[in-house]
């Protein structure tokens, strides 16, 4: 018999009996996997672009040097996602719930000033998320796609939007597995 409640028909999988135990440590080391591999494909695409760059050692090969480089405006993004993705993930989630256990339903959050600051820190926090994403994009079409000069260099523009999306994606990995109660924390009511 289905279940009423249940949003899709298909069923995912559920998580071995060894791996629920410990679903919070998993989430935190898929997320530092996945930042790792974000700042990863940024600084292989910065080593491309100063190989390019590296003016031969021999007289008698001709330099021409590419028309566009990474420099430090294609670091920018990456850095304020960094930036977000800190700020949010420093932010107490507790801070974001009532005593009844939801969202902040029975307290209007204005009168609430720990919880109004919380707030205003995840909102700066996504700020950075948001512009170093935009800022990746634009990026990528200003300098990469409509510079005569870059042609050929597409890949530099787009190891930065995929550092960005790495990186987002750690952001929703670390909220989701901090979520999870550890198997060391306890809840003490008295």
């Given at each position: 018999m289905n279940d009423p409640r249940r949003v899709c028909r298909v069923q995912l999988p559920t998580l071995p009996p060894a791996l629920r135990a410990n679903k919070r440590a998993l989430g935190?080391?898929?997320?530092?996997?996945?930042?790792?591999?974000?700042?990863?494909?940024?600084?292989?695409?910065c080593v491309r672009s100063h190989t390019l760059h590296k003016q031969p050692t021999s007289p008698d090969k001709p330099?021409?040097?590419?028309?566009?480089?990474?420099?430090?405006?294609?670091?920018?993004?990456?850095?304020?996602?960094?930036?977000?993705?800190?700020?949010v993930n420093l932010v107490n989630k507790q801070h974001l719930l009532d005593e009844n256990g939801g969202l902040g339903a029975n307290v209007p959050w204005n009168d609430d000033p720990i919880m109004w600051r919380t707030r205003m820190w995840l909102f700066i926090g996504f700020a950075f998320l948001a512009g170093g994403m935009a800022g990746s994009v634009a990026l990528m079409i200003i300098k990469y796609m409509l510079n005569v000069q870059a042609e050929g260099y597409l890949e530099f523009g787009l190891a930065s939007i995929l550092q960005n999306v790495l990186l987002m994606l750690c952001v929703v990995l670390l909220w989701f597995s901090q979520r999870v109660e550890s198997e060391y924390e306890y809840n003490l009511t008295l």
């Open positions: 935190v080391y898929i997320a530092g996997a996945v930042f790792a591999t974000g700042w990863w494909l940024f600084f292989d695409a330099y021409d040097p590419p028309g566009v480089a990474i420099k430090f405006d294609d670091w920018i993004p990456g850095i304020s996602t960094t930036i977000g993705l800190v700020i």
